[in-house]
């Protein structure tokens, strides 16, 4: 039998013990790496039968096309079907899916990801479910409460359950409830520019990061830690990438958006007090902490203060600035990635670090080169540049695989 | 573990049969009524299987209306309304503290802006005078020949000046020819108000045949308003006759 996820723990915690075992005097060498390796049979047997991801990741698309299966023969059958069918239809959909991806994972246990799919298919049911309510009945008052309902609803049964799923769900709609509303909010200013949601966006990727840091150092919470890092990461990153472009004749400040600052500033420091408070933290945390919290400083003053209040002088350098910012950011991620052995922030870090190559190769070689020699050359950077990333990027994955599967 | 994820569930559920109980009883505490809707600007009018609507009270003339006072974007306002011998409400006034022992609906001002409104005389070629009230006028003086196109019920369609590079045809009414005798402008302020009524889902492919059909048909919404005035459609009406 392939050994589960438990049983990596189980034997991370054997080596540590072995190790005492050797010193006190109970075991011999020669017998610690028989035992050892009976385990490390059991890891290649399981490496063979194919990863458990690809059971989860099948499962996971099954439940989305279901859920929107369902809507889409709401909608098409709209006239044919009377309010209290539709109705039926949805409770009846949302109650089945809770209930036998429940039966399936913890009481019958036999299709444990199976059964995780379909509670989240019980809460994407749940979401949708609420936007066809509003629409069977007409409720049109303030649409950004739909996915902040949804998001706040699912939130609990995420940590409930420890689903990565569920909490990436409630992120994620929670995340649209925030475009939303300051998309709304910022509509009646008439001076809104586009880039004004930039600040905003990346002071929720860092808070979102952070509260995933605060998540790793509790053990009970670890577990659905990566969702947290992993999409508040990415939306600090792509922030910041756009912010390394030539936007400073713009307006990053916006009174419509004050509201939200407070809010998220005393989440993020709330989140980085917390981070703070176990014992044991992890290799390189002083450097990460700093480095979210300059960033959120930085971030902060450019959603205040700027160009409101910014010395005419420095307007035109703060693209400069943030471009050393943001390559200072990648360095600082791939060297985390290193020390931690956390193959997330390299591959994050190694894609944003090939974006911006690419954008900076458009900003300084456009003007420069005739057209045809522009393209040939970019190609062919473009393809040594992948080919030695790639490279890289497996040389370095691969020197931590055996500590990544044991995650 | 399963006491636990049974009353998150039915938290969910809760909540959904909240938002529908809470709905039904708007509907059924509250005060009905009946309001018109005016055009919509045509390359907006669909979001999905959505009805864009706007009403005669989405635009309020406010010197008309007798109001003084001006207002902010977002702001908050009650419309005070009355009803027409047809049983349709429109706007009597508009008030930022809440009305007592009237009948209103709230909204939010989108925008306040100043506006002309015009009154215009012309002579035809049978020296026939016709008084006119056309939306835009500007750029026309007294003197000018000008054909209108008119709809059946007299309303003005589009019209251009004689000697204009471009002369759009009359295809849905009938042409109006003559003389500008008197022109008069009156300056106004107009409110733009939004109720949160503005969307109304139907069936997919439903919605153009009610959009097509809006110019020829009277299209009407029945709303219920709770205490506070905020509105909610129970009911869309074309011609008298209730749309599913």
Not at chain 1, 160 to 169: A, G, H, Q, T
Not at chain 1, 172 to 185: N, T
Not at chain 1, 339 to 349: A, E, M, Q, S, T
Not at chain 2, 38 to 52: C, E, L, N, S, T
Request: proline fraction near 4%; aromatic fraction near 12%.
């Amino acid at each position: 039998m392939p050994p589960r996820k438990e049983d990596f723990s189980f034997q991370r915690k054997l080596e540590q013990e072995i190790e005492l075992w050797l010193k006190e005097g109970i075991l011999l060498p020669d017998q610690k790496e028989r035992i050892l390796e009976r385990y490390r049979l059991l890891k290649r047997a399981d490496e063979k039968a194919g990863p458990g991801k690809l059971a989860t990741t099948i499962s996971i698309l099954g439940s989305i096309l279901v859920g929107v299966g369902v809507i889409l023969f709401i909608a098409s059958n709209w006239s044919a079907i009377p309010n209290w069918g539709r109705l039926f239809i949805v409770f009846f959909s949302m109650l089945a899916s809770y209930g036998l991806g429940f039966y399936l994972r913890y009481e019958a246990k036999n299709y444990p990801k199976v059964g995780a799919s379909l509670i989240l298919l019980g809460s994407l049911i749940f979401g949708t479910g609420m936007f066809l309510i509003a629409q069977i009945y007409h409720i049109t008052v303030h649409y950004p409460n739909g996915p902040l309902l949804w998001g706040l609803f699912v939130l609990p049964l995420a940590y409930l359950l420890r689903f990565k799923s569920l909490i990436s769900l409630a992120i994620l709609v929670l995340l649209i409830w925030l475009g939303m509303e300051a998309h709304l909010r910022t509509s009646h200013y008439s001076y809104l520019e586009t880039v004004t949601m930039v600040p905003l966006f990346f002071m929720a990727g860092v808070t979102l990061w952070g509260i995933g840091l605060m998540h790793r150092e509790w053990k009970s919470l670890r577990i659905i830690s990566t969702p947290y890092i992993l999409i508040g990461s990415l939306i600090t990153f792509f922030t910041g990438y756009i912010l390394t472009f030539n936007l400073y004749g713009l307006r990053f400040e916006s009174d419509a958006l004050l509201i939200y600052y407070p809010g998220i500033a005393v989440l993020f420091l709330v989140a980085m007090i917390i981070r703070c408070l176990p014992e044991g933290k992890e290799k390189g945390w002083i450097p990460e902490t700093l480095g979210l919290v300059i960033l959120m400083a930085i971030v902060i003053y450019l959603a205040l203060f700027f160009p409101k209040a910014s010395p005419m002088s420095l307007r035109g350098d703060l693209r400069l600035f943030f471009n050393i910012l943001f390559a200072l950011e990648i360095v600082g991620l791939i060297t985390l990635g290193f020390i931690r052995r956390y193959p997330i922030y390299v591959n994050i870090g190694l894609l944003f670090f090939a974006l911006d190559v690419v954008a900076r190769y458009f900003d300084v070689f456009w003007g420069l080169l005739p057209r045809s020699l522009f393209f040939i050359l970019g190609g062919l950077l473009l393809l040594f540049g992948g080919i030695i990333l790639e490279r890289k990027r497996r040389k370095i994955l691969a020197s931590f695989n055996i500590k990544e599967a044991d995650e | 573990m399963r006491k636990k994820f049974i009353l998150l569930v039915l938290l969910q559920v809760a909540l959904l049969v909240g938002i529908i109980a809470y709905r039904q009883y708007w509907v059924a505490t509250g005060d009905k009524v009946l309001l018109k809707t005016a055009p919509v600007d045509p390359r907006d009018i669909f979001r999905g299987d959505y009805i864009h609507l706007r009403y005669d009270i989405s635009t309020l003339d406010l010197n008309g209306l007798g109001v003084k006072e001006s207002f902010k974007s977002n702001e908050k306002v009650y419309v005070i309304l009355e009803k027409n011998p047809e049983g349709v409400f429109s706007a009597k006034s508009v008030s930022k503290e809440l009305p007592a022992g009237k009948k209103f609906i709230q909204g939010r001002v989108q925008h306040e802006m100043p506006s002309s409104r015009w009154e215009v005389v012309l002579k035809d070629d049978s020296e026939n005078l016709h008084e006119l009230k056309p939306q835009g006028f500007w750029n026309v003086k007294r003197g000018d020949r000008i054909t209108f196109c008119l709809d059946e019920r007299g309303n003005i369609l589009i019209f251009y000046k004689e000697g204009a590079d471009y002369k759009p045809k009359c295809r849905r009414g009938q042409s109006l020819s003559g003389i500008i005798e008197e022109i008069k402008e009156i300056k106004t302020r107009t409110l733009h108000v939004e109720y949160g009524i503005e969307s109304y889902f139907v069936e997919e492919g439903k919605g153009r045949a009610i959009e097509s059909s809006r110019d020829a048909r009277e299209l009407r919404v029945k709303v219920s308003l709770r205490k506070d005035g905020k509105g909610i459609i129970t009911a869309l009406l074309v011609d008298g006759k209730l749309v599913r």
